[in-house]
């Protein structure tokens, strides 16, 4: 079964700079898509960014990007210039579609605090 | 509608009663998702609705957990004999299917069910 890792349970920033989000997982397929989610208070799933596996240049949204390292199975989100409205849980996780519908497989996730 | 409506919101009950939780999904998407996200952790796959059939209800962790969607739009959760550890968030998400390949999942806000 897949699973997804966030070693990193909480993570704090200063405003206008730099932080990167860890995230590891683990598959038998050479296929897949990776996303990161966004999670404020509201409770509602934000989609952030997502990589297809057989793409290997890193996907970008303007001030988020990935380092997806797909022999080591490793896909960290970089926060460049982050503001108070970064504060929120960020999610990583997986999905495998191309057999049916398959759902999201989700780390536990990573609370980032942004401090003015 | 515009979004992925839950309701309600939030939702107390006691040890032992019934509940149903509701999901609307974009007009549309055929694909339906209920997950569940207890304290601390990420969401949890329950079952999966293409249409108006349960394609994948592996996710249930048990037969007092049942989920309908009679005409392939809203769904509704359904949770008898509920207990303390049924506590969670419990949110929906839907997307278009277009063949294999990927299709972004749009959440809701979630139901923050609490059993006293």
């Known amino acids: 079964a897949q699973t997804v890792t966030q070693s990193q349970p909480e993570m704090s920033v200063q405003e206008a700079e730099t932080v990167t989000l860890s995230c590891t997982y683990d598959?038998?397929?050479?296929?897949?898509?990776l996303f990161w989610y966004k999670q404020p208070p509201s409770r509602q799933m934000i989609l952030v960014i997502r990589?297809?596996?057989?793409?290997?240049q890193n996907a970008t949204e303007n001030r988020f990007s990935v380092n997806f390292q797909k022999a080591a199975k490793s896909f960290s989100l970089k926060i460049s210039d982050s503001q108070l409205g970064d504060a929120a849980m960020y999610f990583c996780a997986y999905r495998f579609p191309f057999s049916g519908n398959t759902p999201l497989v989700f780390g536990k996730g990573t609370r980032l605090s942004v401090i003015a | 509608g515009a979004g992925v409506s839950q309701t309600p919101s939030n939702k107390v009950t006691e040890k032992g009663k019934y509940v149903e939780l509701r999901c609307d999904p974009i007009s549309g998407h055929t694909a339906l998702y209920w997950y569940r996200q207890s304290l601390g952790q990420g969401p949890e796959f329950l079952i999966y609705?293409?249409?108006?059939?349960?394609?994948?209800d592996s996710g249930l962790p048990n037969d007092r957990f049942f989920a309908v969607r009679p005409e392939g739009s809203v769904s509704t959760l359904k949770i008898q004999r509920t207990e303390r550890g049924d506590s969670a968030v419990y949110l929906c998400?839907?997307?278009?299917?277009?063949?294999?390949?990927?299709?972004?999942?749009?959440f809701g806000q979630g139901t923050r069910l609490t059993v006293v």
């Open positions: 609705f293409q249409g108006t059939g349960a394609a994948d």
């Open positions: 998400a839907s997307s278009l299917i277009g063949g294999t390949g990927e299709t972004e999942a749009f």
């Open positions: 598959t038998s397929e050479s296929d897949y898509y």
């Open positions: 990589q297809e596996a057989y793409k290997q």
